[in-house]
């Protein structure tokens, strides 16, 4: 198929928006500037003794903390996260409101919603490591939401944004999707069984999906609710990439990581919206 992309430096808006609605899904060539990703991998190479499991019964709990980033695994095959990453430093920061995609992604949840962040994390994946195929359009899950009415108003529930920090080819665990599925009013038959949300099986290899490949700064953006995980890892390295899920302001963060004083203090204020859309309020 044609794969529904856009060079992020002169976007063609009226087909993104058609490729998005009909795939669930968009890759923005050339998203994040090179110094900047280089930034970002230089954050791992100086962290790379926490590329592991964490140290925990159960790697979802999480594991070491690196100032308020913490290391965690969803399952343990898909490697290492480094979770609450938007507090890693300013390449991080850069991501909350970049200008390759905060504009379509505040239009695509919809401004009358706001906007705020569900999760942030890099991810490390070495050999062996993938995601499990997840999600669809049949999933009653109310973030898991995809609107685009008559009118032109959008009511995406959630969107994530992965950036790579490397090059992404095949063997190197991408993420695969079934092109169209947020739409779907039946489960795909990997997940069977009623409302099942997830298989601890690679998604690679299931029946529809493609894999996605991307050069390092490269931005690959879809809705939560197309069935999507990654192909397992063959080759030898690591896969890096850079998770942002944007929702609306309404949805709670999903491991509830509070911002540091610090943190809020040196945000501009479009950026402090987005990290805290709902201030805190005290007696």
Same mark, same amino acid.
């Given at each position: 198929?044609? !794969?529904?992309?856009?060079?992020?430096? @002169?976007? @063609?808006?009226?087909?993104?928006?058609?490729?998005? @609605?009909?795939? %669930?899904?968009?890759?923005?060539?050339?998203?994040?500037?090179?110094?900047?990703?280089?930034?970002?991998?230089? #954050?791992? @190479?100086? *962290?790379?003794?926490?590329?592991?499991?964490? =140290?925990?019964?159960?790697?979802?709990?999480?594991?070491? #903390? /690196?100032?308020?980033?913490?290391?965690?695994?969803?399952?343990?095959?898909?490697?290492?996260?480094?979770?609450? /990453?938007?507090?890693?430093?300013?390449?991080?920061?850069?991501?909350?409101?970049?200008?390759?995609?905060?504009?379509?992604?505040?239009?695509?949840?919809?401004?009358?919603?706001?906007?705020?962040?569900?999760?942030?994390?890099?991810?490390?994946?070495?050999? %062996? %490591? &993938?995601?499990?195929?997840?999600?669809?359009?049949?999933?009653?899950?109310? &973030?898991?939401?995809?609107?685009?009415?008559?009118?032109?108003?959008?009511?995406? %529930?959630?969107?994530?944004?992965?950036?790579?920090?490397?090059?992404?080819?095949?063997?190197?665990?991408?993420?695969?999707?079934?092109?169209?599925?947020? =739409?779907?009013?039946?489960? *795909?038959?990997? !997940?069977?069984?009623?409302?099942?949300?997830?298989?601890?099986?690679?998604?690679?290899? =299931?029946?529809?999906?493609?894999?996605?490949?991307?050069? =390092?700064?490269?931005?690959?953006?879809?809705?939560?609710?197309?069935?999507?995980?990654?192909?397992?890892?063959?080759?030898?390295?690591?896969?890096?990439?850079?998770? &942002?899920?944007?929702?609306?302001?309404?949805?709670?963060?999903?491991?509830? &990581?509070?911002?540091?004083?610090?943190?809020?203090? $040196?945000?501009?204020?479009? $950026?402090?919206?987005? /990290?805290?859309?709902?201030?805190?309020?005290?007696?």
């Amino acid at each position: 198929m044609l !794969l529904p992309e856009i060079d992020a430096r @002169d976007p @063609d808006e009226e087909l993104a928006d058609y490729m998005f @609605d009909l795939n %669930g899904f968009l890759i923005l060539r050339n998203a994040v500037a090179p110094a900047d990703i280089d930034a970002m991998n230089a #954050w791992v @190479d100086d *962290h790379w003794d926490y590329v592991q499991p964490p =140290k925990t019964g159960d790697p979802s709990a999480g594991g070491q #903390w /690196i100032g308020h980033v913490q290391t965690h695994s969803y399952s343990g095959p898909d490697g290492t996260n480094f979770q609450n /990453i938007v507090e890693g430093g300013p390449a991080f920061e850069a991501l909350i409101d970049h200008p390759s995609w905060i504009e379509r992604i505040r239009r695509y949840v919809n401004p009358i919603n706001g906007l705020s962040i569900h999760e942030n994390l890099l991810s490390v994946r070495g050999a %062996g %490591g &993938y995601i499990g195929i997840h999600s669809g359009g049949h999933m009653p899950i109310s &973030y898991m939401t995809f609107r685009q009415g008559n009118t032109g108003d959008w009511m995406v %529930g959630q969107i994530n944004v992965i950036t790579a920090l490397t090059d992404i080819g095949p063997g190197d665990g991408p993420t695969t999707i079934v092109p169209g599925s947020h =739409k779907a009013t039946v489960p *795909h038959p990997s !997940l069977t069984g009623g409302t099942v949300y997830r298989s601890d099986e690679a998604a690679g290899n =299931k029946a529809c999906m493609i894999e996605l490949y991307l050069k =390092k700064g490269d931005t690959l953006m879809f809705t939560d609710a197309i069935t999507h995980g990654s192909a397992e890892r063959r080759n030898p390295g690591h896969r890096r990439i850079v998770l &942002y899920r944007y929702s609306p302001r309404y949805v709670a963060t999903r491991y509830n &990581y509070q911002p540091s004083a610090d943190f809020l203090a $040196r945000l501009t204020d479009a $950026r402090r919206d987005i /990290i805290q859309p709902i201030p805190p309020r005290h007696p």
